[in-house]
């Protein structure tokens, strides 16, 4: 399983970025999609996750961020709109198969490698 990626940089406080996270070797309509992200020196945290039972959000992003996924491209996306210094970090693309509400980053078998999202005041 490889997950992928991309749409991270920098942006000033108040603008919008999209990340995107492609999957492969999996069959990616079985699986939850999550996005965590770590900033230095915390430990990583959830942000949101996606599956066919529901949605769920982070309160710090809820309301900001929205997360959809598009099955037939085995890509999730995050969009995030209204940035804040606190939301800099390193955004994680996590799959586990199955159904849930899976909010701790122990509860996922696959992640990526990664993406820098900064924002700056």
């Known amino acids: 399983v490889q997950l992928i990626e991309s749409g991270g940089g920098l942006v000033q406080a108040g603008g919008s970025l999209r990340l995107s996270c492609t999957a492969s070797e999996l069959t990616f309509s079985m699986y939850t999609m999550g996005w965590f992200r770590q900033a230095p020196g915390k430990e990583r945290e959830f942000v949101s996750v996606r599956s066919w039972s529901g949605t769920y959000y982070a309160d710090s992003v809820k309301g900001r961020f929205t997360i959809s996924r598009d099955n037939a491209k085995n890509t999730m996306y995050l969009e995030m709109n209204s940035l804040k210094p606190e939301d800099t970090a390193v955004y994680y693309c996590?799959?586990?198969?199955?159904?849930?509400?899976?909010?701790?980053?122990?509860?996922?078998?696959?992640w990526g490698q990664g993406t820098q999202v900064t924002v700056s005041s």
């Open positions: 996590s799959a586990r198969r199955g159904s849930g509400k899976y909010i701790s980053a122990y509860e996922y078998d696959y």
